[in-house]
């Protein structure tokens, strides 16, 4: 066994005591109140189950043909949309033992990640781990943020030796016009969790003649009015609900969710866009228009799953470990 998969048990449990200390959970609140404890705990107990799991590490980092892989330096620019979100890649590198992993942390996810990775530090010797304001001289670069810093990126980092990621987003696709509630509650999650920040998260849904929207709605009332309380998705929420009621535009909604008819792909935080269609041909061509700004597309079976990604999962079909052995 590598050194680098004996301390995956040891960061496991580290990340499990700080996933049940609501201090620190409350404190990471304060720095940025999208970061809730009950959406925290449930990022980092994700991180728990699919990429902390010894067995399941094993088995991803040895379907990989890595012997002759000499290790190079690497700097990450991290995202803050969702706890922890930069977790995969840094781990694809420290796996590899990576002997540089320089860490430009987003300020909107600064906490819990220095907690995590001085402990990393302190339990191995291997990979030299560092938080950085700029990025020093690395071999390879992962960088993931929105369409603007990703022509930033692409304009200033070197095409070979830069992994980059844009802005996302999900889609859902209800094939049954009388799908259960069950269902229904699990696409819930995919919309709802982490206020639909993330690029896994559905931001449009389609559905087939005579399937009720409405349902969503009355469903989402039960489900996730907690959403009520929090102050600044709030404040979207009546800033868009605000824009359509003058605009005289079309939208049903309840007290913290809108729904609106809309052709495009990327809504606004509180409102899931929806199109009905008759034949499925129309959202295969949607999806076949749109490729390069969906992350997931999730058919009935796959509701509830958008946030518990699998350690093979590839963001943006990139994947983290080929090209971090790439020479």
Not at 143 to 154: E, H, I, L, R, V
Not at 262 to 283: C, H, R, T
């Amino acid at each position: 066994m590598s050194q680098s998969l004996k301390t995956i048990p040891l960061i496991a449990q580290r990340l499990s005591e700080i996933a049940q200390d609501d201090d620190i959970l409350l404190q990471n609140f304060y720095h940025n109140n999208w970061f809730t404890i009950e959406f925290t705990k449930i990022a980092l107990q994700n991180i728990l189950d699919n990429f902390l799991d010894l067995e399941k590490v094993q088995a991803y980092i040895q379907s990989y043909s890595i012997s002759n892989y000499t290790p190079k330096s690497i700097a990450i620019i991290c995202a803050g949309n969702i706890p922890m979100v930069f977790f995969h890649d840094f781990l694809c590198a420290y796996l590899l033992e990576t002997p540089i992993i320089q860490l430009k942390l987003s300020k909107k996810d600064a906490l819990l990640p220095k907690i995590l990775l001085e402990y990393i530090q302190e339990i191995q010797d291997f990979s030299k781990i560092q938080i950085i304001d700029r990025v020093g001289e690395v071999d390879k670069i992962i960088a993931t943020g929105t369409n603007s810093t990703y022509d930033y990126f692409q304009k200033y980092f070197p095409p070979k030796k830069s992994l980059l990621r844009n802005n996302r987003t999900s889609i859902a696709i209800i094939e049954n016009k009388d799908l259960n509630e069950e269902k229904i509650n699990l696409l819930l999650d995919d919309v709802h969790l982490f206020f639909g920040l993330g690029c896994r998260s559905v931001s449009k849904v389609f559905i087939p003649e005579g399937f009720d929207i409405t349902r969503i709605l009355s469903l989402a009332e039960s489900k996730y009015a907690a959403l009520f309380q929090h102050q600044s998705y709030m404040n979207n929420y009546d800033y868009q609900r605000t824009l359509l009621i003058l605009n005289n535009t079309p939208h049903l909604s309840n007290d913290f969710m809108i729904l609106q008819e809309n052709e495009n792909l990327f809504s606004p935080i509180s409102v899931l866009y929806y199109q009905v269609y008759q034949n499925i041909d129309e959202v295969n061509e949607f999806i076949k228009n749109h490729s390069r700004d969906i992350q997931l597309v999730l058919k009935e079976l796959d509701f509830g799953s958008s946030q518990k990604p699998n350690l093979d999962f590839c963001a943006d079909n990139l994947d983290t470990i080929n090209f971090l052995t790439q020479q």
